[in-house]
């Protein structure tokens, strides 16, 4: 998954930053591409932790309840967009957060992530 994403964002000229985060929110996997903004990484570590706790994409979030949520959690929950859920066979594995770029470039990686390993989209 990591290599897939890494890949995407150097496709599209992106540096970002990756994280994948097991089914509590451990960090399995974070890397920061050479570029990236050094606080995406904790933005990107929200969106994955955010995606797996939830099982939906993290800009799912209810506009109302996000200044609430990030407050409550210390930021670790958050409404950006750029975190989905990681799930094979219907089972939640955990959730992959990418942060650097535009919302929709965050997503667009975090997808080539999860088509590598066929997991099921959102």
């Known amino acids: ?19 994948i985060v097991d089914a509590s929110g451990v960090a399995l996997a974070a890397f920061r591409m ?9 933005s990107a570590t929200a969106k994955a932790r955010t995606a797996a706790s939830t099982d939906a994409p993290s800009d799912s979030v209810p506009e109302a309840v996000r200044p609430a949520v990030a407050a409550a959690t210390g930021g670790e929950i958050t409404g ?8 094979l066979g219907g089972v939640l594995l955990g ?16 997808r080539a992530a999860l088509k590598a390993i066929d997991a099921e989209e959102t």
């Open 1 to 19: 998954m990591l290599a897939a994403a890494i890949f995407a964002a150097k496709a599209m000229g992106q540096p970002q930053c990756i994280v």
């Open 34 to 42: 050479a570029g990236a903004r050094y606080l995406s990484l904790r």
């Open 95 to 110: 959730g992959i957060g990418v942060g650097s770029g535009s919302g929709e470039q965050d997503e667009q990686v975090a």
């Open 80 to 87: 950006l967009r750029g975190g989905l859920p990681i799930r």
